[in-house]
C-alpha cells in the first residue's frame, strides 16, 4: 500500500525537481521476537573479567543485511561480494553501508573485524560507524588500524542498565573488512534485533554512488537517501565504473523493490562516443527491464560538475550524454521509468564537491541525498511504497 510522503523533520528545501519535504517520522525503536534466548552453544573463554562466550559472525544471532552476496571463511568470518570490479581495484569486495546487528543484555560487548588485502589500491575509505539503539555519536567511528590483513578489537560503550539494548556496525564504503563475530559475557540474553525495513533499495552506479568522497558512509548520498526514505541499501556503486551493456542482466538479478542508476560521468571523462554510449545504455536498460518489469527505476542523469574540472579525454559536453539517457528512456516508453536531472540535485556550487570535482563532499551529498529522496517520494504515483523517516542516529553526517 503506498504512503504519503510527510514533511522532512529538519530544514525544508526547493529546486528544480519541485518543492517537497520529508517528514521525521519516528522508527519503531523495539519490536520484540521470541523472547529472550539463553546462551546457545559456542565457545568460552576464561579470564580475569570472568567467563566470556565467543559468537561467530555466522552465528544466526548475528544478523547482516545491507549488502549482496554473503560469503563465510573457514573461521566463520562473513564478507560481502559485490561480483563486479574494475580492474587492480578489488571494489568487488567492499559493502558500502552493511549493517551487522544484534541485540543482547551483556555487560561486556566486544566486536572483532578483520581489514583485509582484498581491496587494493589508495582510493580508500576505512571509516565506519556504529549505533546503540539506533542511536550514534561522532565519536562512534572505527577504522583501519594498519595496513594489509590486521585485526580489530572494537569495545561497545554499553548502557549500564542491564536491560537489552540493539547493536548495529556500519561498514565503511571504501574498504574490504571481514566479520569475525562478537565476544559477550558468558550466559547474556539475547533477542532478534530491531527487523530492517522491508523496502530494498539498489543504487547502482560509479564512484559517487559507491560514495566517493564523503568523509564517512553515513555521509554518501545512497546511505542517507535509503536512510531518508526508511529503505534497506543494497549500494552497487563501483570507483571507475562506465556504461557496460552487460550490467543491466546482472542488476535484473537482483532482489530489489526500487532501482537508481547514476552512470556515464566516466564515459564523458574518457571521451566515449555518443553512440556507442547509447548503445550500451539502451542495452543496459532492456537486460534490467527484461528480468525486473515492473520495479520502479529512477535515471538519473550526470550530476553538474565544477568548470574548473577539465579531463585532456573529453570529446563532447557532458549534456550530450544527458541528452542521450533521456532519448534512451523516452524510447522505452515506460512508465516506471523516471528521469530525474542530476544537475538539479546540487546547487552548482565548487565549494559543494570536493578537489576532485565530479565527487560531491558531505554537504554536496547531503543536498543531493534530499533533493533525491524528495523526488522518489514524488513518484508515489508510480506505484513506489515509501515512509519517510528522518534517521534516529545523530551523527553529525546525518
Known amino acids: 500500500m503506498k504512503k504519503k510522503c510527510a514533511p522532512h523533520g529538519r530544514k525544508g528545501f526547493a ?42 559472525a555466522n552465528d544466526p544471532r548475528i544478523q547482516l543485511s545491507d549488502g549482496l552476496h554473503q560469503m563465510s571463511g ?10 563486479i570490479d574494475g580492474p ?19 555487560p561486556e560487548v566486544v566486536v572483532r573485524l578483520r581489514y583485509s588485502s582484498r581491496h587494493i589500491g589508495s582510493s580508500r575509505n576505512s571509516v565506519g560507524v556504529f549505533r546503540i539503539d539506533g542511536r550514534s555519536k561522532p565519536t562512534w567511528r ?35 573488512i571481514d566479520i569475525l563475530g562478537v565476544e559477550v559475557q558468558a550466559g547474556a540474553g539475547w533477542e532478534a534485533p530491531k527487523p530492517r525495513p522491508e523496502t530494498r533499495y539498489l543504487a547502482f552506479g560509479d564512484s559517487v554512488t559507491h560514495g566517493f568522497t564523503a568523509s564517512v558512509v553515513t555521509g554518501s548520498y545512497a546511505f542517507l537517501t535509503a536512510e531518508y ?45 555518443l553512440e556507442w554510449f ?32 577539465q579531463p585532456a579525454s573529453v570529446k563532447h559536453p557532458l549534456e550530450a550524454y544527458r541528452e542521450q539517457i533521456r532519448q ?24 559543494l564537491f570536493d578537489p576532485i570535482a565530479v565527487h560531491p563532499n558531505d554537504d554536496g551529498f547531503k543536498q543531493m541525498a534530499q533533493r533525491l529522496s524528495a523526488a522518489m517520494c514524488a513518484a508515489t504515483s508510480i506505484g513506489i511504497s515509501v515512509t519517510p523517516a528522518a534517521s534516529s542516529a545523530s551523527e553529525d553526517s546525518l
Open 229 to 273: 526514505l526508511n529503505w534497506e541499501l543494497v549500494n552497487l556503486g563501483i570507483g571507475g565504473r562506465g556504461t557496460n551493456a552487460s550490467d543491466g542482466a546482472f542488476l535484473g538479478g537482483i532482489d530489489a523493490a526500487v532501482i537508481s542508476i547514476l552512470i556515464g560521468v566516466n564515459d564523458w571523462q574518457g571521451g566515449a562516443g
Open 88 to 106: 587492480g581495484r578489488g571494489f568487488r569486495w567492499d559493502a558500502p553501508g552493511a549493517r551487522v546487528r544484534w541485540r543482547t543484555n551483556s
Open 278 to 309: 547509447r548503445g550500451n545504455y539502451d542495452r543496459l536498460l532492456a537486460g534490467l527491464r527484461e528480468r525486473h518489469p515492473d520495479v520502479p527505476v529512477f535515471v538519473v542523469t550526470p550530476l553538474w560538475v565544477p568548470p574548473s574540472w
Open 328 to 351: 534512451s528512456v523516452a524510447a522505452l516508453e515506460d512508465p516506471l521509468i523516471t528521469v530525474i536531472e542530476g544537475p538539479s540535485l546540487i546547487d552548482h556550487d565548487p565549494k
Open 74 to 83: 573457514e573461521d566463520g568470518a562473513v564478507y560481502f561480494d559485490r561480483v
Open 142 to 176: 572505527f577504522t583501519r588500524p594498519a595496513p594489509g590483513d590486521v585485526q580489530l578489537d572494537l569495545p561497545m560503550p554499553v548502557p549500564a542498565d542491564g536491560a537489552l539494548h540493539d547493536y548495529e556496525l556500519i561498514l565503511p564504503y571504501a574498504d574490504s
Open 15 to 56: 529546486y528544480a525537481v519541485g518543492i517537497f519535504r520529508l517528514s521525521g517520522l519516528c522508527l519503531l525503536m523495539m519490536l520484540m521476537a521470541n523472547g529472550v534466548q539463553g546462551g546457545q552453544d559456542s565457545d568460552m573463554d576464561q579470564t580475569a573479567g570472568g567467563e566470556r562466550e565467543w559468537v561467530a
